[in-house]
């Protein structure tokens, strides 16, 4: 696993080294999920065509504690990214920007997640304790999982 000074310089297209460690201080690990985490990230982003601002992607285990994190997140792995745009995140549009994720995903070869905030959208890959594509909804301040049909 290679580890990498935070700076701008990008990661790749659209996102940089300070999208990943964003929150996060000195040299920080970026391993080959996290790469492809970021491969299929720009393939969404590039289907999307609007910038997504990243909010959360790789954690330390002491931040992610200290933000509250789960301790099997995929933070840690920097397989995980929380983002939002300047649109309103709708049921509706969840569903189409999940299922447009879980075929990205699935083109190569893992399994993603995609959770939704009131304020964004949480999308993961290479997740362990998973054998699907899982999705939840937060809205609420609960966690739901797997609430919609359309994404089974």
Same mark, same amino acid.
């Given at each position: ?115 939704? !905030?009131? @304020?964004?959208?949480?999308? =993961?890959? *290479? $997740?362990?304790?998973?054998? /699907?594509? !899982?999705? @939840?909804?937060?809205?609420? =301040?609960? *966690? $739901?999982?797997?609430?919609? /049909?359309?994404?089974?």
């Amino acid at each position: 696993m290679a580890k990498v000074k935070i700076s701008g310089d990008n990661l790749t297209k659209h996102f940089t080294f300070s999208d990943y460690g964003k929150n996060q201080t000195g040299t920080i690990p970026i391993g080959s999920s996290a790469l492809l985490h970021a491969q299929c990230l720009e393939e969404f982003r590039e289907w999307l065509g609007r910038p997504m601002e990243v909010h959360a992607w790789y954690r330390t285990a002491s931040y992610n504690k200290k933000v509250g994190g789960s301790a099997a997140s995929s933070h840690l792995k920097g397989t995980a990214t929380d983002w939002n745009t300047n649109i309103e995140i709708t049921k509706e549009k969840f569903i189409k920007y999940a299922t447009k994720w879980k075929e990205i995903c699935a083109a190569h070869g893992v399994v993603g997640e995609a959770g939704l !905030y009131t @304020w964004g959208v949480h999308f =993961g890959s *290479q $997740i362990t304790y998973a054998k /699907k594509f !899982y999705h @939840w909804d937060s809205r609420s =301040g609960t *966690q $739901i999982n797997n609430p919609f /049909k359309e994404l089974k």
